[in-house]
């Protein structure tokens, strides 16, 4: 089940580049919050904060307080100890090539030291089923490597590696921008079905596609967080100017 | 999911008994939650990867300190004037590293210009042009050259290469290029040349493979982004795989020059041993590493035994100068560029 998140005054710099000011918002628990944006505005960089992989960057620093529940993710946990708790799918499929598909699912289990064979095999098929992937790959699970799957199905793979750990949020940085439009909208699918059990964010280009399934949506622009609201709100009567430009598609 | 047991417990429609559902975390997410930090384990690791890198450090500054130590007679004796001299006469106690740095870093450098076209060729060949079922084999038998031992290749030198010199290839050189003056005097089929021949059939494998892991690491996106400007073959080899691999190159390169610099037995084979300083390259040598497996056991003396260590740090310091004008010119050539493909 998942948690809700609290982001208060968040701010975070590439070297001397500010790319995120003064971020306020709340993601509310179980549901799907979609972040909007022109390329480089820091859409990818707050996502990146939530699991604190923006500080793998030696020249990237943040500061401000994100709390999951009541867990202050950069005081009251290590950065291991987060990416335990959130699950990430990035933006180009990353299978691991040397391993098979169940090898890779259940990867964040047995990384941790899960032995359990039983809960491990239960795992793995939840997590493809839940990510619509069980049926295309159950007969060869332990033959085929990762890297054998089409691109649409490495991304369902991924999420699957990621949901393998049930994690309490699930965060996706433009999951469907490198896939075609079938395997899209499986991945829109997906998203509708998991976010009633899991947190998720959504980072996306596509409008359209954070209409389909975000309970709310925030725009951000040029490092800050210009508006954030109920999705409907925001596509039909958005409150800044800005906004309504951007989904207008006057800029970006 | 649901047991028949459990089924009356978990009625929907009651708010609370949905509550207790969800609060129970599932068995995976109740193990990862009891596991630690991890900080302590990660803490240990980086210490002893750094003791591990440190040690390099320990072993480094132990050689060199030793090898100052033992040389101090020498050391005193001809202060830096030592690494300019070119006297070495045992019996009257005058000793000087000139011909043998000379002998090093001829050969040496007469291999470099045997091998690395070679190499460089052949690691073309195996990643771009190469049928795949040729690809394993050639592989293979590269590979092989770098696990002969070098008392074989000194053993096949005297018998094979050195007769080749003497009878063949001395005298064509002589006729063909006999002017630049690289190839006079006497040819008795031992010298430079043929060290430097036998160095570079040495290098040869460590080259070309480490070359070929380079250039088979280029993505393939980058070789179809020149094609599609309409390269030839030979232009996308240039610009897509030979540009972005060119500091993975020099450093293959790199450790070849290593190995040639330091290579003792097979050149004590074949140089001639003979301490002089000669521009024909047909002309006798001796080597910094031959020089010291040579003489080390038959040196009576300490001013003999110190004058040797000192070659011994001749060498260290000819190895450390040669790579460190390898890292200047490679950063030189990529200064301001982007170094690698992303």
């Known amino acids: 089940m998942g948690v809700g998140i609290q982001v208060e005054n968040l701010n975070a710099w590439y070297g001397s580049t500010h790319t995120l000011q003064d971020i306020n918002l709340h993601i509310p628990a179980n549901h799907a919050t979609a972040l909007i944006g022109p390329s480089g505005c820091g859409k990818s960089t707050f996502v990146r904060c939530l699991n604190r992989m923006h500080e793998t960057n030696p020249i990237a620093r943040a500061t401000g307080v994100i709390k999951m529940g009541d867990l202050d993710i950069y005081k009251d946990a290590s950065p291991v100890e987060i990416r335990r708790r959130v699950g990430m799918v990035f933006q180009r499929p990353n299978p691991f090539p040397t391993m098979s598909i169940y090898d890779n699912v259940a990867s964040g289990l047995k990384l941790n030291g899960f032995r359990n064979r039983r809960i491990l095999d239960e795992t793995v098929e939840r997590s493809l089923k839940q990510a619509a992937l069980w049926e295309e790959v159950k007969d060869d699970l332990k033959k085929k490597s990762g890297a054998s799957l089409s691109g649409g199905q490495q991304q369902r793979m991924c999420i699957a590696r990621a949901l393998a750990v049930d994690p309490e949020v699930l965060l996706m940085d433009e999951p469907a921008s490198a896939l075609d439009p079938v395997s899209t909208s499986k991945i829109e699918d997906l998203i509708f079905q998991l976010k009633s059990q899991y947190t998720i964010v959504i980072v996306t280009h596509n409008m359209q596609q954070a209409a389909r399934v975000a309970e709310n949506t925030g725009f951000f622009l040029n490092g800050k967080m210009v508006e954030f609201d109920s999705t409907h709100k925001i596509f039909t009567n958005p409150s800044d100017k800005r906004t309504e430009d951007y989904i207008t598609g006057r800029f970006g | 999911m649901q047991t028949s047991n459990l089924a009356p417990a978990v009625f929907v429609a009651d708010p609370h008994a949905v509550q207790i559902r969800t609060v ?233 020059l290593g190995r040639a610099l330091g290579e003792t037995m097979a050149v004590t084979m074949v140089i001639g041993n003979h301490p002089e300083i000669n521009k024909s390259l047909f002309a006798p040598g001796y080597t910094l590493a031959s020089v010291i497996a040579n003489e080390f056991s038959e040196a009576t003396g300490d001013l003999y035994l110190s004058a040797l260590i000192e070659i011994g740090l001749a060498l260290f310091l000819v190895t450390i100068v040669v790579n460190a004008i390898a890292r200047l010119m490679v950063w030189a050539v990529t200064r301001g560029a982007p170094a690698r493909v992303a």
Do not use: H
């Not at chain 2, 980086?46 to 390099?56: G, N, P, Q």
């Not at chain 2, 000793?95 to 460089?120: C, K, M, N, R």
């Open chain 2, 24 to 256: 129970e975390p599932s068995p995976v997410r109740a193990f990862l939650n009891a596991r630690g930090s991890g900080k302590l384990a990660d803490g240990s690791f980086a210490a002893v990867m750094m003791l591990c890198a440190c040690s390099i450090f320990a072993i480094v500054l132990f050689i060199f300190s030793i090898l100052i130590l033992r040389s101090k007679l020498s050391l005193v004796a001809f202060g830096w004037k030592f690494f300019t001299r070119q006297a070495w006469d045992p019996v009257s106690g005058d000793f000087g590293a000139l011909p043998f740095i000379y002998g090093t870093l001829a050969t040496s450098f007469l291999a470099l210009l045997i091998a690395v076209p070679l190499a460089l060729g052949v690691a073309v060949f195996l990643t771009e042009l190469c049928p795949k079922p040729l690809r394993g084999p050639i592989s293979f038998l590269t590979e092989l050259l770098a696990a002969i031992p070098s008392v074989v290749y000194g053993l096949w030198a005297v018998f094979v290469l050195v007769p080749l010199m003497r009878d063949v290839l001395g005298p064509f050189l002589y006729k063909t290029l006999g002017w630049t003056g690289f190839f006079e005097g006497t040819n008795f089929g031992v010298g430079m040349l043929t060290a430097g021949i036998i160095l570079a059939i040495m290098i040869l494998p460590i080259i070309s493979s480490l070359t070929r892991d380079i250039m088979t690491a280029v993505p393939n996106s980058q070789r179809e982004g020149v094609l599609a400007l309409g390269a030839t073959r030979w232009e996308m080899i240039r610009i897509g795989v030979l540009r972005n691999s060119r500091i993975g190159i020099v450093g293959a390169i790199m450790l070849g």
